[in-house]
């Protein structure tokens, strides 16, 4: 196991399979969340051309729900109106505020840790984002394209029923140190305009955030030591992918090492969301 660097031949290979898959299912439109994030932003830049070529619009939306920052907000904007063809910010935090009330009103014997309550405030934002982005859909016969990558499907850094719902995955089996690489090689090498660059780029230099409000980053939830080595996230998911890596490609000695590690213990943590759904096979019914 490795990273990728045949960039060239991974854009094309990816753009070639949405072209496929948005002309055999004679789709109308691609709808995408603008988080502000590199994965969002990559994802813009990669489909544009395709939805281009086939005449169909890229609709992109910012949601704002609340405890969205001022520069999430303002990369989300820059880079929905460079890539997307239909775009537009929106703020959902009084629709938030109407489903938390309703849905805890008569749950507060629960509510007693604060950051538990983050998390599950987050993933209420999460899915409502979701259930916006698929109503736009429905209404302008496309679909979803999700932004998940390798490293938080891993790490099981999706929300349930939230941002881990599409129904196209372009990059989810790239690692994030990959996200960020071929987002740079477009950059140098595929972008068209200025404006494109520029947006594609800030979100490369910003430090990544969930954009539920749970923590100043990323890292701060997954590897919360990460400062003391790292002056970006993109060198932190570095060190985080590379634990994988090491991981899947060693023995049970290597695991043994590391399974007390925190990216390995959240790995181990979230492995039901990866199995997920549970069924009963038919055969147990005879």
């Not at 990816?14 to 109308?28: E, M």
């Not at 404006?195 to 955030?209: F, H, P, R, V």
Request: proline fraction near 2%; aromatic fraction near 10%.
């Amino acid at each position: 196991m490795y990273f990728f660097n045949n960039y060239n031949d991974i854009l094309s290979i990816i753009r070639d399979s949405i072209r496929n898959y948005l002309s055999n299912n004679q789709l109308k439109s691609v709808v995408l969340g603008m988080s502000g994030g590199i994965d969002s932003a990559l994802v813009a830049s990669i489909v544009k051309p395709v939805c281009d070529e086939l005449n169909i619009p890229l609709i992109g939306r910012s949601i704002t729900i609340e405890s969205n920052k001022g520069d999430e907000i303002d990369r989300s904007i820059k880079t929905g109106l460079a890539f997307c063809k239909d775009f537009d910010h929106i703020d959902l935090s009084i629709g938030y505020r109407l489903v938390i009330y309703d849905i805890n009103r008569n749950n507060f014997k629960y509510d007693s840790d604060n950051f538990s309550s983050k998390i599950r405030n987050g993933n209420v934002k999460a899915r409502l984002r979701m259930l916006t982005l698929y109503n736009l859909a429905s209404l302008t016969g496309g679909i979803v394209m999700g932004t998940e990558n390798l490293t938080e499907h891993y790490l099981g850094f999706f929300t349930i029923g939230g941002d881990e719902v599409s129904d196209f995955e372009p990059i989810k089996y790239l690692w994030k140190t990959e996200v960020y690489n071929l987002a740079e090689w477009m950059v140098n090498n595929d972008l068209k305009t200025n404006i494109e660059k520029e947006a594609l780029q800030e979100c490369i230099d910003a430090n990544a955030t969930d954009g539920l409000g749970i923590s100043n980053t990323d890292l701060d939830q997954i590897l919360p030591d990460w400062r003391d080595r790292h002056s970006n996230t993109r060198s932190g998911y570095k060190e985080v992918d590379e634990i994988f890596i090491k991981l899947f490609t060693s023995d049970d000695n290597t695991f043994k090492e590391l399974k007390n590690h925190p990216v390995i213990q959240r790995y181990l943590r979230s492995d039901f969301k990866r199995k997920r759904p549970i069924c009963i096979e038919r055969e147990k019914f005879k």
